[in-house]
């Protein structure tokens, strides 16, 4: 999910760093409560993050993913997957989950759902 200009109120968000953590069109693992998420920044300044997990059929992760526009190539299946929702193009189909990201005075937050646990504004 993109970053957004203000947090939404069904999650908790959470520090994983500063913008300049982050390098442009190569991902990022974090982990943020019991999530595993790739984060990534496009050429474009365009944020955003997913969970860490390969829908194809060999599984594996995504943040050593390629990043074109917003397109993410994935590593072991070359699933194209779509960042702003986490759909897989077709001819495959899948979809994986996204996280909203909030950038505020350089730092960078990922938002989890409170539903799924978070609880306290980390």
């Not at 190569?26 to 944020?47: L, Y």
Request: aromatic letters at 8%; proline letters at 6%; hydrophobic letters at 30%.
């Amino acid at each position: 999910m993109m970053s957004s200009l203000r947090p939404d109120q069904d999650y908790t968000y959470y520090r994983v760093g500063t913008v300049d953590d982050f390098i442009e069109r190569i991902g990022r693992k974090v982990k943020v409560e019991q999530a595993d998420i790739a984060v990534f920044k496009t050429s474009e300044g365009e944020w955003f993050a997913l969970e860490n997990r390969s829908p194809g059929p060999r599984g594996g992760t995504l943040a050593e993913g390629i990043v074109s526009g917003t397109l993410l190539y994935d590593p072991i299946c070359d699933w194209r997957i779509r960042l702003t929702d986490g759909e897989v193009m077709d001819p495959d189909s899948g979809k994986v989950q996204t996280y909203p990201i909030h950038i505020e005075e350089n730092e960078v937050r990922i938002g989890i759902p409170k539903s799924e646990g978070g609880e306290a504004n980390g």
